[in-house]
């Protein structure tokens, strides 16, 4: 498995980042609406994620909560779905929430949008996230996020080898 970047830009209030998985598009967009897939590689390194709530459906809501390994720390969050199109995209509204659902007002909202697309035998993911104005995306990057996505995606990449390795030898 070889270890590929995170391509990452910004456009004005837009963070756009991209990656490519060796994964069929099917199995890449299916770890993003299952929640035991997500359980598996969703957060940096060092955190793990449980969802409360995941319905992924337009209205539908994911509500859950990462936690730290090392300090116990959590970070809850809430997703509010737009659109679902399966294999092909996903567009949400995601925000910092407390554990009962409740968004935090201080926070940064962020409308993001998630396409799977092929490219030959990998699927590539495209996310970009926008913001209500440069300075909410500035204050997402201070808190090291881009960097967080980056070691998500290095999971999803390891999550994605692990489950076609057991379908072969399954």
Known sequence: MSRKQTRTR???RELIMERSFDAPKKL???AHVNPDSVARWWGPTGWETHSTEMAVEPGGVWHYCMRS???GQEAWGKATYREVVPDARLVYVDAFADQYGNELAEMPKMLIQVDFSEEGKQTKITSRTLFDSEEEL??????QAVEGMSE???RLDEFLHDQQ????EG
């Open 152 to 154: 998500t995606y290095d």
């Open 10 to 12: 910004t456009e004005g």
């Open 69 to 71: 390994s090392e300090d």
């Open 138 to 143: 500035q204050k997402i990057i201070d808190m």
């Open 165 to 168: 390795k057991n379908k072969e």
């Open 28 to 30: 890449v967009y299916e």
